[in-house]
């Protein structure tokens, strides 16, 4: 099976881990998540070695209690009185995640603020900069140059459904518009065999692309998009 966040809880198995942790000497040990065999033997070898272990998350409560109540007692079981417990800070970036938390048991004593941050100024001042310079944006970027451009950005995985967005566009059927997905996933396949399959003209996949690059695809679009469906949490987008 090819490494991977997506391919279940053993996407990601890393043996190296037990040696980094032991050799690499430091205070605190921030782990993202719980859902993979990595993260979580980190968390147990973490607290092993002597680490203050933080965890970061973006789980948010107002989805969690819509989940069967059998399978959340026992989760309570299994995160609250164990996982839970290897914990000594909880990272969390809103009041919905802090609220999750809180249904775990864990007390207030252990929470600390750490929001998602994004560098507006960097982003505001790069747009300031190409906002006059579309036509010659879009043509450095291989883009319609006088077409209405919509544009989304972040991964194609379920949660963001992008597959809503280019069945939209199909449906809309506009010969003088152009639909840009910033990013990359597991989806991609599926969302080329759509393209393909319904011969769908000014659909642009980017692929993964650095902050770097992004600004510009922001300055020369017209219209952004972000959906989102179960399972999405902030809803955040660089």
């Known amino acids: 099976m090819k490494p991977s966040i997506f391919n ?22 921030v782990v993202h998540g719980w859902n993979n065999f990595t993260n979580m033997i980190s968390i147990v070898l973490g607290k092993m070695y002597g680490l203050k272990v ?10 969690e209690i819509l ?9 309570r079981i299994l995160l609250g009185k164990l996982l ?28 600390v603020f750490t929001p998602h941050a994004v560098d507006n100024d960097r982003f505001k001042n790069e747009y300031e900069e190409n906002k006059d310079k579309k036509r010659i944006i879009r043509k450095e970027l291989g883009l319609p140059i006088d077409q209405k451009i ?9 949660k963001k459904r992008p597959m809503d967005l280019l069945k939209s566009y199909h449906l809309l059927s506009d010969e003088n518009s152009a639909l840009i997905f910033l990013g990359d996933g597991e989806l991609r396949s599926e969302m080329e065999e759509y393209i393909k399959a319904n011969v ?7 692929g993964f692309k650095n902050q770097t690059e992004i600004g510009k695809y922001f ?20």
């Open 219 to 238: 300055a020369c679009a017209d219209i952004f998009v972000l959906p989102s469906g179960a399972g999405e949490t902030c809803g955040v987008s660089s």
């Open 8 to 29: 279940g809880f053993f996407g990601l198995i890393n043996f190296e881990i037990f040696q980094i942790l032991k050799k690499e000497r430091g205070n605190f040990l």
């Open 54 to 63: 933080c965890i970061r998350g973006d789980n948010p409560y107002n989805q």
């Open 150 to 158: 919509i544009l989304t950005s972040g991964k194609y995985i379920y």
């Open 84 to 111: 839970f417990s290897f914990i000594d800070y909880f990272l969390y970036v809103g009041k919905q995640n802090k609220e999750y938390y809180k249904y775990y048991g864990v007390p207030e004593r252990k929470f």
């Open 200 to 206: 769908i003209k000014g659909v642009y996949l980017t």
């Open 67 to 75: 989940k069967n109540k059998i399978f959340l007692s026992f989760k």
